[in-house]
Nanobody, 117 residues
Framework: QVQLVESGGGLVQAGGSLRLSCVAS????????AGWYRQAPGKQRELVAR???????NYVDSVKGRFTISRDNAKKMVYLQMNSLKPEDTAVYYC???????????WGQGTQVTVSS
């Protein structure tokens, strides 16, 4: 069993920055591929940033150049640095990890990010 807890969200003005953190606990020894997802009101959850076990990263076009995903395997943590935030970034943000056998683990509570204009 793996538990994921996100933190670091809040209310910020457009152009501001936030750093989100995710800690994994339970039956896990290392973080392989990990991602940050977000879900805005009335929309489906979408993958916004991904980092592989080798350290390569991928981002959805709308956040390229503004968001940076990173990982600390020793601490079992994943981070998302969010800069130049826009109102359209407003959403609940979730982290998750790829399971060794495929798919992802169960979703945590997420952390709310609200960007005002």
């Amino acid at each position: 069993q793996v538990q994921l807890v996100e933190s670091g969200g809040g209310l910020v003005q457009a152009g501001g920055s936030l750093r989100l953190s995710c800690v994994a606990s339970g039956t896990i020894f290392t973080i392989n591929t990990a991602g940050w997802y977000r879900q805005a009101p009335g929309k489906q959850r979408e993958l916004v940033a991904r980092i592989t076990s080798s350290g390569s990263t991928n981002y959805v076009d709308s956040v390229k150049g503004r968001f940076t995903i990173s990982r600390d395997n020793a601490k079992k943590m994943v981070y998302l640095q969010m800069n130049s935030l826009k109102p359209e970034d407003t959403a609940v943000y979730y982290c998750n990890l790829d399971r060794p056998w495929g798919g992802v683990y169960g979703w945590g509570q997420g952390t709310q990010v609200t960007v005002s204009s």
